[in-house]
Structures are given as structure tokens and as C-alpha cells.
């Protein structure tokens, strides 16, 4: 199964991540996961004039890494995790700027 975390500009963690997190932990615990497969992503934004600003580089892994932490941190801990990152910037709106989780029965 899969979720998705999605982040404000240049954005990590935030008040707002626990809401999406508890089904990932509550789904996880539930199937006894062997695997979390976990991708961090990098957005960029097509400005008025027509420059595109990109989040900085080393933020996909940074997201990435974070998030295998706190799952890793609630007790999800039995689980194999496998994080990578997509360092190349996505030029569109804020569902480019996100990490996305895939939880393996």
C-alpha cells in the first residue's frame, strides 16, 4: 500500500505530518510490514517571469531520511527499509514537493 507526505516549498517535517503518518504506522503494525520501500522527491516552481526556482539539492534525501526515521522511531523497527532519493527537480505544483511510502506485507 501506498502513501504520500507532501511538503510545502524548501519544507520538511511539520505540525502536520503525524495526520498523515498514523495510517502508515497504524497499516504497517497491522500487516506486520517485511518492507518499507520509501522515496523522497525534490519540486521546483515555474515563477511569473518565467525562472524556475528550485528546492534545494539534498532535500529529497533529507525527506526521505527523516521519514525512515520517525517510522523507524514509532516501532517500526522489524522491517527491512530501502530510501532513495530523486534529486532531479519536478517543475510543477506543490504534489511535486513530497516523499512517498510504500508499506510491504
Do not use: C
Request: hydrophobic share 40%; net charge positive; charged share 25%.
Amino acid at each position: 500500500k501506498d502513501f504520500t507526505v507532501p511538503y510545502e516549498f524548501e519544507g520538511m517535517v511539520n505540525f502536520k505530518t503525524p495526520r498523515v503518518l498514523t495510517p502508515v504506522l497504524t497499516y504497517a503494525k497491522l500487516v506486520k510490514a517485511r518492507r518499507i520501500e520509501i522515496e523522497g522527491y525534490r519540486g521546483a516552481t515555474r515563477l511569473a517571469n518565467g525562472t524556475v526556482l528550485s528546492e534545494h539539492l539534498g532535500i529529497a534525501k533529507a525527506r526521505a531520511d527523516e521519514i525512515a526515521n520517525m517510522l523507524r522511531g514509532a516501532g517500526i523497527d522489524q522491517a527491512e527499509y530501502v530510501v532513495v532519493a530523486n534529486e532531479k527537480p519536478a517543475v510543477g505544483g506543490p504534489a511535486n514537493r513530497r516523499t512517498t511510502i510504500r508499506v510491504v506485507p
